[in-house]
């Protein structure tokens, strides 16, 4: 199993990262940013490409669900 990086002194700082991505809906498309627990971009990343199917879930319920006003999704790991 590979290890992450530790984080550096600037990522920790940061704190949590963020991440974003793109969903079409429709014929628009939709910024989306998932915001998670973890300390590196590269986590965040891996969480994103690992549980895809489930964030798209969240996103897609957010936008069916007729509350967005245009701008972007903003969505909490889970």
């Known amino acids: 199993m590979r290890k992450f990086v530790p984080p550096t002194e600037d990522e920790i700082r940061e704190g949590p990262q963020s991440v974003s991505f793109q969903i ?3 014929n628009r498309r939709y910024a989306c940013r998932l915001q ?3 300390p590196t971009q590269v986590q965040a990343r891996k969480y994103l490409m690992t ?3 489930q964030v798209e879930k969240m996103a897609r319920e957010y936008l069916e669900s007729g509350t967005h ?3 972007e999704i903003k969505l909490v790991m889970p």
């Open 24 to 26: 079409a809906h429709g």
């Open 36 to 38: 998670t627990e973890f």
């Open 69 to 71: 006003n245009g701008g």
């Open 51 to 53: 549980n895809w199917s």
